[in-house]
């Protein structure tokens, strides 16, 4: 993912700006995923939380924060929130997609079992929502009961639109922003508006966290092409074997001849994969140069959402959300 030394990574610097901070969400996380009926309920979420994610979506609610100087308790409320969220979403993605590995280690339902995952991710979204109340801001809950439904429209639009070669970039687009960019939006946005930032610049928030979220997405699914299983947690391949039309290969497909359209046809659509698919998949990527058109493409979003900071206050941790910004698509440089 580029850069050896760990302080020169932006998320890195970020986080030991928000270390004080972050230890209380951290705590309220662990407090708060405590069941005194079910046992299996903090066994499972542990599983994920603990897993050695980045924590990048309650840093950027942090983040939004600092910026206008909060120095309430809420920030850490809604860190949480968002955390419990996304590890939620997580759960029942797994379940959705069959998946084996989730950073780099077996997912929960495939060391427990479906029903624990879904049952323990609904969980976690009342936990959440607990949370968000908590702050007394119906503008807040506004945003993040959104969010939540605009995650699992997002989900529920890429079982129709990831196996059928009709997809278009703009639905792909929208999938990306329901289930990745809209929480990234959301906790950017919401760290704006417990500071009572100016309406302007809790718009310029939600911009910055929805243009990130989207880079950040089409950076992951051009590493599942080029990536290092070390460093992804997924085996090179993963999203072509479990049918997953992402953006390299709408790219490829629409410069594609009958011939390769069949051969995508019968792996994507019709799931008749065989062992020298994958590398058959990876020359027909390289030759229409995909890899390259998908990088430019989160390329311009991460731009897009360093232009959204411009409305913001001078401060270190915008410059660092601007080099965030970058650094997310320097993994794919």
Known sequence: MGLDHPVSKPHDRLAAHLCGKMDAVNTLIRDRMTSRHAPRIP???AHLVEAGGKRLRPMLTLAAADIFGYDGPYDVHLAATVEFIHTATLLH????????????RPTANLLWDNKSSVLVGDYLFSRSFQLMVETGSLRVLDILADA???IAEGEVLQLSASRDLSTTEEIYLQV???KTAA???AACQVGGVISQAPEAQVRALFDYGDALGIAFQIADDLLDFQGDAMETGKNVGDD?????????IIKALASADADERAFWSRTV???DQRPEDLDRALELIAAHDA???????????????KGALGTLPAHPVRDMLDELADYVVARIS
């Open 43 to 45: 066994e499972v979420t």
């Open 93 to 104: 993605d797994d379940v959705v997609d069959e998946s084996a590995q989730r950073r780099g």
């Open 291 to 305: 890899l390259g058109q998908t990088r430019a493409e989160a390329t311009g979003w991460a731009e897009r959402a």
């Open 176 to 178: 990306v922003r329901g």
């Open 240 to 248: 072509f074997r479990e049918r997953k039309l992402t953006l390299p």
């Open 148 to 150: 939540s439904a605009t």
């Open 269 to 271: 659509e019709k799931g």
């Open 183 to 185: 929480l990234f939006a």
